[in-house]
C-alpha cells in the first residue's frame, strides 16, 4: 500500500468548515504549471484541496515525477505513457516502467496515463493499442490501478479490460458520457474523473449521468492544465479550479455538501489505495 501522510490532509485537522478535496489527476510537472509549481499548489490548498495525483504522460517524465513524490507527501503519482506521446515509445519502455514499478512500490499510486485515443491519426492505433495492452497486463500482474484515457475510445477500453479480466480498477479520466457508459466502467471497479465537463451547461447528458450515477464511484479532478472551466476558456487551467467543479457539482447532486466532499475524499483514497 502506498506511503501516505494523514497528519497533512486529515479532513479533522481542517478549521471548523473547511474542505479537504482530492484533485486525483493534475499535470502539475508539464510546463504551463511547473515553473509556477509551488504557487500553484499554496492556491490549491487555500481553495480547499489537500492532496493531488500527478500522472506522466511519457517515460521522460518518470524520473521528475519518482523526484515531486519525494519532496511532498500530498502528491501523489502515477507512471504510464499516455496514447498522445505513444509514437515517442515502444515496449522497451514498458519493461523500464515494469522495473521502475518494482523498485518503487509504495511510491507509486497508479498506472498511468494510459489509454486509447482515437481521434488521433490512424497510423497511431496499433502502437496505441500495443502500449496500452501492455500497461495494462504490467498493472494487472502487479496489482496496481490505472488511469484511463478516452476519446472515442470507451468500447475498446472496455473490451480490453474484460479480455484481460482487469481486476485493480482505477479511474477512467475526464468522464464525459451517458449514465450507461459510466455505469459500464463503474461494474469493471471504476471511478469516474469528475472535471470541468459539467461546468458547462451545454453537457446535458455528462450533468445529467453525474447527477444519477453512484457517489461511491465519483472522484474529482481538474486535468490541469488542461480542460479549463466554463467561464474561464482559452486560460491556463490550475487545481485550485477543484473548487469550483466541487461547487459545480454539488449544484447536481442531493447530498449535503459536507457528506459530498467526505465520500468524494473518501473514494479518492480507496481507489488510490491510500487507506483500507
Known amino acids: 500500500m502506498a506511503s501516505f501522510s494523514s497528519a497533512t490532509i486529515n479532513p479533522s485537522r481542517l478549521p471548523s468548515g473547511g474542505l479537504a478535496l482530492f484533485d486525483t489527476h493534475c499535470h ?6 511547473a515553473p509556477l509549481q509551488q504557487e500553484h499548489w499554496q492556491q490549491a490548498q487555500q481553495a ?18 519518482l523526484q515531486l513524490r519525494a519532496t511532498e507527501p500530498a502528491w501523489q503519482i502515477a507512471l504510464g505513457i499516455h496514447p498522445w506521446w505513444a509514437a515517442q515509445h515502444s515496449l522497451q519502455q514498458v519493461i523500464q516502467l515494469a522495473d521502475l514499478l ?5 511510491q507509486i499510486s497508479a498506472v498511468g496515463e494510459i489509454g486509447l485515443d482515437f481521434a488521433l491519426d490512424s497510423d497511431t492505433f496499433e502502437l496505441q493499442q500495443q502500449l496500452f495492452s501492455a500497461q495494462l497486463t504490467l498493472a494487472n500482474r502487479l496489482d496496481l490501478p490505472v488511469i484511463l484515457h ?3 475510445s470507451q468500447v ?7 479480455r484481460q479480466r482487469f481486476a485493480a480498477g482505477g479511474i477512467l479520466h475526464a468522464f464525459s458520457g451517458s449514465y450507461a457508459q459510466g455505469m459500464a466502467f463503474i461494474e469493471q471497479g471504476f471511478k469516474l474523473g469528475i472535471g470541468g465537463t459539467i461546468t458547462y451547461e451545454r453537457a446535458e ?32 487551467n490550475t487545481p485550485a479550479q477543484l473548487r469550483r467543479v466541487f461547487e459545480s457539482l454539488c449544484n447536481l447532486r442531493p447530498e449535503p455538501p459536507e ?16 487507506s483500507r
Not at 518494482?102 to 509504495?106: D, I, K, S, V, W
Not at 492544465?225 to 467561464?231: K, T, V
Not at 459530498?260 to 480507496?270: D, E, G, H, I, P
Open 102 to 106: 518494482e523498485q518503487h512500490r509504495g
Open 156 to 162: 475498446q477500453l472496455l473490451a480490453e479490460l474484460k
Open 48 to 65: 480547499g484541496v489537500k492532496a493531488l495525483l500527478i500522472p506522466a504522460v511519457s517515460a521522460a517524465a518518470w524520473p521528475d515525477l
Open 28 to 33: 502539475l510537472d508539464l510546463p504551463q504549471l
Open 150 to 152: 478516452h476519446r472515442k
Open 259 to 274: 457528506h459530498l466532499a467526505t465520500a468524494l475524499w473518501q473514494n479518492s483514497l480507496t481507489v488510490l489505495r491510500l
Open 205 to 236: 447528458k455528462t450533468r445529467k449521468a453525474v447527477s444519477k450515477l453512484p457517489l461511491a464511484a465519483l472522484v474529482l479532478e481538474t486535468d490541469a492544465p488542461a480542460m479549463p472551466l466554463s467561464g474561464f476558456q482559452g486560460q491556463t
